[in-house]
């Protein structure tokens, strides 16, 4: 079996802050998470964890991962947009165009996220979080595919998507360029080996799969801190 994904984790310079507005545009439940932080549960089955990290470095840059939120009318959209601005959310540009349909915002602490006009059937079938959007080569859409066992459920002009088998969101990449990295990035995925299983194993098939070791100063913890082909931070777990 291969590992899952546990979380999607931000961090955060008030994780808790962070967390409410999330919970308010989710609508999800908060609840305590080990090292001082806070997470958002999966509504079903088909989710991850959104946990939200300790740290007191600024955000620096746009992050190369955001959500897509789906919506079912015209005035879904604009509900959901609605609502995230109540609860501190502001519009931004990205360089979209004025003729695009999607809103793109920021939350409280500068995150990137879209809210997707209706009618989008790419993302009929994911949920509320339709995907989180990655901006990265076809290299690590392939890599992603393979260390969770997701299939890849778009591979065109390389641009590529994986879903997992039981639905929920979808994670994409975008294809060349990229942004830069400027310096530890906002967002990262947080995987668990599976039950009783090798977390050292599990590290030795990414690797394998084209990840590596890296040090970002985590100091001596029970998480193995990793990069996918195109430099994204990741933690694999010790076991749940």
Known sequence: MTCQLFALSFDA??????AEFWSGVLRRDLADDPQGAVALLPSDDTGF?????????????????????????????????????????RHIDVGQRPDEGHVVLADPEGNEFCVIEPGNN?????????????????EV???????????????Q??????????????????????MPVTGKQRLHLDLAPPANGDQQAEVDRLL????????????DVSWVV??????????????R
Not at 158 to 169: C, D, K, M
């Open 13 to 18: 310079n008030q994780p808790l802050r962070l």
């Open 49 to 89: 964890r959104i946990r939200f990290l300790p740290t007191e470095r600024p955000k620096v840059g746009q992050n190369r991962a955001h959500f897509d939120l789906t919506s079912t009318s015209l005035a879904d959209q604009q509900q959901t947009v609605a609502r995230a601005l109540e609860l501190g959310a």
């Open 122 to 138: 790419f993302l009929a079938d994911c949920g509320f979080i339709g995907a989180l959007s990655c901006d990265g080569t076809q």
């Open 141 to 155: 859409g392939y890599f992603w595919s393979e260390a969770l066992g997701w299939p890849l459920v778009w591979d």
């Open 157 to 178: 002009d390389q641009e590529t998507a994986i879903q997992s088998p039981r639905g929920g969101p979808k994670i994409t990449w975008g294809g060349p360029p990229l």
């Open 208 to 219: 394998s799969l084209g990840a590596k070791r890296i040090d970002i100063g985590q100091g």
């Open 226 to 239: 990793m990069a996918d082909p195109d430099g994204n931070e990741f933690c694999v777990l010790t076991p």
